[in-house]
């Protein structure tokens, strides 16, 4: 009992520290964005002074003719802005009376005044001339542009220095860090290998076969008298879409309850191989811990917060992945602000690969129900998942978002290398994208096999016949 104890908690140190080495190996790319945004921002502000300075310079270099055009040019762009605000302040003033006539009249008269305003303009600058002498003005034009060129690239190359010396800083730092924390997760994954090997009781290893990623043993599940998961087997493979059906109340839902110990089973074993290769029954870990093993769910309904934009909401899906301890949180000091930004790149990358970048900052009310389910797909994303339970995705969804909900499915299996576990009604859904399905009934099982096997088992039909 101890030793089992003992395994847990080596379990979660090791997954702590994976975890930090995660957060500071994905820093470092995003530290760098971050320094050259801002010297960007930096040279940008520098130029565009440099642009002030000359301005002037330059308008003095102009020959008579050339500054009557341009003074003309940038007055008249100037009247045509003024005059637009003064329109659209009309417009506005106007927008909730009647009184059509009389807005024309006031939108007439601004136009008729704004064209004379031009023509006097016009006939103004043409007449004017400066009696320079041009050469001087275009020589001192050039001397000063040369000047801010080179003071220019001066500071271009200081602060590119500055970000290789800032970034070099920090490399050696983290890679510093990295490397001791390295080093723990290495005697913490000693430890735990010597304590199974020297503990047989501990192995689980034995019972899960190779391929496959979650075991369910004689799962019984009773609410009162009332037998919801009576005696049920089954397993998982690793990397397959996985579909659990059966009529409505067969105990589907209660099963993953169960495997995320949600409810703590009756009777029965759940084995699960986590990220690292390990076996663990389920039944040792509380809800809370489960997530952390690389398991994670959707349910019945969309589970947004409305109140939250898209990218909010999938950083509270990465919530448990949250280093940071409580003090942290309370000073809202660096680290979790580090950590907040590599939360944000990952989700706005996420939302990206699933064709979701669009609804980013929007929320999530008004959106279209299938966009929000997707959104609820990408969420699960956050936590790195190694095993996605959903509860009848397609719930709600009209035909075209079921399809587009499958692609999605697909490309999650794919792309993220994750095995997927869901429940759902829809038969098109299930029978195009899962490789195994099982049916039950009455908490009991009743087919597993392929989509087509299942679709032809004749307890199976009887099943949704009497169901329905
Ligand atoms: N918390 C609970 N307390 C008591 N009975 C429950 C509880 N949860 C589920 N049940 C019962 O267990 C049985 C299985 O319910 P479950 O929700 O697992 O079915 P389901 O297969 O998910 O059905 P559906 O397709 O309608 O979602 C039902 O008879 C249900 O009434
Ligand atoms: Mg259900």
Redesign the pocket.
């Known amino acids: 009992m101890v030793k089992k104890l003992k395994t847990r908690l080596l379990r979660s140190r090791i997954r702590r520290l994976e975890d930090r080495i995660y957060y500071l190996e994905s820093f470092l790319p995003i530290y760098l964005e971050s320094l050259e945004k801002k010297r960007d921002q930096r040279l940008r502000r520098l130029h565009d002074k440099h642009k002030r300075i000359l301005l002037p310079l330059e308008i003095k270099a102009l020959t008579d003719r050339e500054y009557q055009e341009y003074m003309t040019r940038e007055r008249i762009n100037a009247l045509k802005e003024k005059y637009r605000l003064k329109e659209r302040a009309l417009l506005h003033r106007f927008s909730k009376k009647n009184q059509d006539d009389l807005k024309d009249r006031k939108l007439k008269d601004l136009k008729s005044e704004l064209e004379r305003t031009i023509d006097d303009l016009q006939e103004k600058y043409a007449r004017q001339s400066r009696n320079l002498s041009i050469d001087d003005q275009v020589r001192l034009y050039h001397t000063k542009r040369n000047e801010l060129n080179t003071s220019f690239e001066k500071r271009k190359k200081e602060v590119d220095h500055h970000v290789k010396v800032a970034y070099e800083k920090e490399e050696s730092k983290r890679k510093k860090q990295i490397k001791t924390l390295n080093q723990k997760l290495q005697e913490a994954q000693d430890d735990l290998k010597s304590l199974i090997e020297n503990n047989a009781s501990l192995d689980l290893k034995e019972d899960l076969s190779e391929l496959d990623i979650l075991k369910i043993k004689n799962l019984t599940m009773m609410?009162?008298g009332?037998k919801?998961v009576n005696d049920l087997s089954f397993s998982v493979k690793k990397g397959e879409v996985f579909g659990l059906i059966?009529p409505?109340?067969?105990?589907?839902?209660?099963?993953f309850n169960c495997i995320t110990q949600f409810y703590k089973p009756n009777a029965g074993n759940m084995y699960y191989r986590n990220r690292n290769q390990e076996v663990i029954d389920l039944n040792d870990y509380a809800v809370h811990n489960v997530i952390r093993q690389g398991i994670v769910r959707t349910f019945?309904n969309v589970e947004l917060i409305l109140e939250l934009s898209v990218i909010d909401n999938m950083l509270i899906g990465s919530h448990s992945a949250y280093k940071t301890n409580f003090f942290a949180h309370l000073v809202h000091n660096r680290r979790l602000k580090r950590e907040e930004r590599i939360e944000r790149a990952k989700a706005t990358k996420i939302l990206t690969d699933l064709n979701l970048f669009a609804y980013r900052d929007a929320y999530p009310i008004g959106l279209p129900y299938g966009i929000l389910k997707k959104i609820e797909l990408a969420r699960t994303l956050m936590t790195n998942p190694n095993l996605i339970i959903l509860d009848?995705p397609a719930a709600g969804l009209n035909d075209a978002e079921t399809k587009e909900l499958a692609k999605t499915i697909k490309k999650i299996q794919k792309d993220y290398d994750a095995t997927i576990f869901l429940?759902e009604?829809d038969m098109q859904l299930v029978m195009d994208i899962c490789d195994t399905i099982c049916a039950i009934n009455f908490?009991k099982k009743i087919a597993i096999g392929t989509p087509s096997e299942v679709k032809g088992n004749k307890a199976v039909q009887e099943a949704y016949l009497g169901g329905e």
């Open positions: 609410f009162g009332l919801a059966g409505n109340g067969a105990g589907k839902t209660t099963v019945q009848e429940v009604h908490g």
